[in-house]
C-alpha cells in the first residue's frame, strides 16, 4: 500500500514538472528593423527581418531560445569577390539568413523584468548574381562557350547583445550585433570585411 502511495505521489509531481514545463517553453516570433554599418555599405538603408525562436529553459531566471530570422531591404553592398582567379564586382541587395542560439537571462530593474540577449549565430549573406558559379568553360561547338550563374554565399558567426522587456505576452529590444566576413574569407573578400548592426525588435510569445 505504501509503495501505491508513493507511485501516485512520483506521477503528481511528475505531472506538475511537465506542466509547469510546458506552460514555459513558447514559440517566440520576431519582427526587427535594423541598419547595418560596414566599409562596404556605401549607403546605410533599413532592413526588414522576420524570426521564430524556441525558449528552453534551463535554470530559474534563465534559459536558451534556439532559431533564426531572414533578413532583406534596400542596403546596397558594395565589394570585391574573388574566385577562380578572377575578381568580380558586386553591387546588390543580399539576403542575410541567420542561425543560431541565444541564452537569456532575466533580472529586475524596478517593478520591471528585463531579458538580456546574448546571442551567437551562423549569418549567411546570400548574393552573387554577378558571380559565375564556375570559370568559362568550352562547349562541344567550337567558338561557343557556357557561364552558369548562381547565387554565392559568404558566411562567418555573428555575436549579439541586447535586452527585451515583455507586456504581456508582447515584447520590445534592442540589440547590436558583429560579424566579419572576412573570418573565413580572407582571399575572397576585401579585408576587414565587417559589419555592425543595430536592431529594434517586436516579439511575440506564442
Not at 133 to 154: C, M, N
Request: glycine content about 10%; charged content about 20%.
Amino acid at each position: 500500500m505504501k509503495q501505491l502511495f508513493l507511485l501516485v505521489g512520483m506521477i503528481s509531481i511528475k505531472a506538475q514538472i511537465s506542466s509547469k514545463v510546458k506552460s514555459v517553453n513558447k514559440i517566440v516570433l520576431e519582427l526587427s528593423v535594423s541598419s547595418d554599418f560596414s566599409a562596404q555599405i556605401p549607403k546605410q538603408n533599413g532592413a526588414i527581418g522576420f524570426g521564430m525562436w524556441y525558449r528552453y529553459p534551463i535554470e530559474e531566471g534563465a534559459r536558451l531560445e534556439f532559431g533564426g530570422n531572414v533578413k532583406t531591404g534596400n542596403t546596397l553592398y558594395n565589394f570585391d569577390f574573388g574566385k577562380d582567379g578572377n575578381i568580380y564586382a558586386v553591387t546588390s541587395k543580399p539576403v542575410i539568413v541567420n542561425l543560431g542560439g541565444r541564452l537569456i537571462r532575466e533580472f529586475s530593474l524596478g517593478a520591471q523584468k528585463v531579458e538580456w540577449m546574448s546571442e551567437l549565430t551562423f549569418s549567411t549573406l546570400v548574393d552573387g548574381k554577378d558571380i559565375p558559379d564556375s570559370s568559362a568553360r568550352e562547349q562541344e561547338t567550337p567558338g561557343s562557350a557556357e557561364i552558369v550563374i548562381d547565387e554565392e554565399t559568404i558566411s562567418t558567426l555573428q555575436l549579439g547583445q541586447g535586452f527585451r522587456i515583455w507586456r504581456g505576452n508582447l515584447g520590445f529590444g534592442i540589440k547590436a550585433n558583429f560579424g566579419s566576413f572576412s573570418l573565413w574569407y580572407r582571399d575572397r573578400v576585401p579585408n576587414q570585411f565587417n559589419v555592425f548592426s543595430a536592431e529594434a525588435l517586436v516579439s511575440l510569445k506564442l
